[in-house]
């Protein structure tokens, strides 16, 4: 696993600060420049790491006050905002995945349908819980699907796995160009209620995506599923400038 950015340790520094008191609600929280001197780095590095607090409404900007903080109850355990395939990697840095199962499988017709597979195909699966690394809150059950000539990837995944294809372009070169994904809401059903403790038949969100490599070959999929209160997804969309007329 890659080592978190400098955002993303600061990230994480505020938030234990935040979250163990040193700063209370209300409080005015410290101007950008210092945090610049406190931790040896750029302006943008600092931006980008209080970008992500207000994200999970932990501080929030005030006319006259400058930035001030929430409290200590982060009302959304995981936020994910990705507006780039680089962020994605940044993103899978939050969690760890605990496995409860894994192996070679044959996918089945309605598994096929649904992963966007051929029937009989073979596939190793993981199957397991997704847990949020820093407030060490389980988020999801996950199940990744990668394909067969990719499984000695297994000899790399330990408990402090994050995403498996990262796994992949690290051991593999296998570089992730393409992303499909699909969100649907479900009610949570008995067994993966028991797994997530939540409550069955509680709102879910069910995740499902499909990884390419440069050929455009499908290689990972994952499928997951969240108690809807511990997950966010953010997305930015730009309008696209329309391009000039020719020979203007």
């Known amino acids: 696993m890659s080592a978190p950015t400098l955002y993303q340790q600061i990230r994480r520094t505020l938030t234990d600060e935040i979250m163990s008191g040193r700063y209370a609600a209300g409080d005015r929280f410290p101007p950008e420049n210092e945090l610049c001197d406190r931790f040896g780095v750029s302006r943008q590095t600092v931006r980008e790491a209080i970008r992500e607090l207000q994200s999970r409404g932990l501080l929030k900007r005030r006319r006259g006050a400058g930035t001030v903080v929430c409290g200590r109850q982060d009302p959304t355990l995981f936020v994910q905002e990705i507006d780039t395939l680089g962020r994605l990697f940044d993103a899978a840095q939050d969690t760890r995945l605990e496995r409860k199962s894994e192996g070679l499988i044959a996918v089945r017709e309605g598994l096929a349908d649904l992963l966007g597979c051929q029937p009989g195909e073979s596939w190793l699966r993981f199957a397991g819980l997704r847990w949020h690394v820093e407030r060490n809150i389980k988020l999801c059950w996950t ?7 990719y499984a000695e ?15 992949l372009e690290q051991h593999f070169g296998t570089v992730l160009t393409r992303l499909e994904q699909e ?39 994952a499928i997951s599923l969240y108690p809807a209160d511990r997950f966010t997804m953010k997305t930015q969309l730009l309008r696209q400038a329309n391009p000039s007329p020719a020979g203007v």
């Open 143 to 149: 199940e990744i699907f990668v394909a067969r000539k």
């Open 153 to 167: 990837v297994r000899k790399h995944v330990t408990p402090q796995t994050s995403g498996i294809f990262t796994l």
């Open 183 to 221: 969100i649907s809401a479900v009610a949570i059903d008995e067994k993966h209620a028991a797994e997530l403790e939540a409550d069955a038949g509680s709102p879910g969100l069910f995740v499902l995506r499909r990884y390419f490599d440069p050929a455009d070959e499908l290689y990972q999929i």
